[in-house]
């Protein structure tokens, strides 16, 4: 976080930062570069079947489902896209040669505006993506973040059965 404000106080133009609130595991050390349209591939193989996309809440998500998954033996990339605009389109292009188009886009706000519509910005001019875009769809409430994850389907359980049904052709 400290080296991405100081990125963002160095940026020319309007700069946007969501945090994660609670108690998840810390994923980065504190020498870990970042730069403004970057991403990380935080889990990868050359077995990789499906795509899995989450930023914040959902990075955390993504990787408890590529656990489920494993359990399955089925083999899931993971992408933290921390970066929206601009988008590391590079990075995006390499996973959908992986894992032939199929991502599972997850974020825990409305789908206009974020990580699903950049992904899909991106590919626009292609016909070669095969997505399921989780995000919240109606109005928020309060609660846990486990239940609030479940009622918006944006789970682990929710990213399991986005990528098993990708998988499955449907």
Known sequence: TA???QLMADASGIVYM???RGAYPTIYGPNEAFKIGGSKVVRQSP??????IGAGVTLHNCLTAADTLAQKKISARVIDLYSVKPVDVKTLRE???????RFVIVEDHYPEGGL?????????AEDSLHVAHLAVKGLPTSGKPEELMNAAGISARHIVAAATKLLAGK
């Open 95 to 101: 996973a959908a040669r992986a894992t032939k188009g």
């Open 3 to 5: 080296k991405l404000t």
């Open 18 to 20: 969501r945090t994660t």
């Open 116 to 124: 699903g519509a950049a992904v899909l910005e991106a590919f626009a």
């Open 47 to 52: 077995k990789d079947r499906v795509t899995l």
